[in-house]
């Protein structure tokens, strides 16, 4: 069993910056890859990026390629979001999740545990 707890959410301003983190109980942490989504009001999960399991490789969204970075320190069981240049478009509740393989697939089916999410909301 995994728990995951997002953190890093808030109000931020159009161009502006956030750090989401995502802290990990479990020894399956280091184990898997791990995914950010994202839910905005009336629309399904959406994958943002997502991290191999030793951190050596990521893939993101074309939405956020070049705008948004994840990392990982699995000595710390902890996952992060940086997101830079933030775009009114960006808004929506953000989640953490751990896969069932050891890259990062694209689809919400193919991840196990999910963190209770943080909002982060960019106004324009």
């Known amino acids: 069993q995994v728990q995951l707890v997002e953190s890093g959410g808030g109000l931020v301003q159009a161009g502006g910056s956030l750090r989401l983190s995502c802290a990990a109980s479990?020894?399956?942490?280091?184990?898997?890859?791990m995914g950010w989504f994202r839910q905005a009001p009336g629309k399904e999960r959406e994958f943002v990026g997502g991290?191999?399991?030793?951190?050596?490789?990521?893939d993101y969204a074309d939405s956020v390629k070049g705008r948004f970075t994840i990392s990982r320190d699995n000595a710390k069981n902890t996952v992060w979001l940086q997101m830079n240049s933030l775009k009114p478009e960006d808004t929506a509740v953000y989640y953490c999740?751990?896969?069932?393989?050891?890259?990062?697939?694209?689809?919400?089916?193919?991840?196990?545990?999910w963190g209770q999410g943080t909002q982060v909301t960019v106004s324009s």
């Open positions: 999740a751990v896969s069932g393989a050891t890259i990062p697939l694209r689809m919400v089916s193919t991840y196990r545990y």
């Open positions: 479990g020894r399956t942490f280091s184990s898997y890859a």
């Open positions: 991290i191999t399991w030793n951190g050596g490789n990521t």
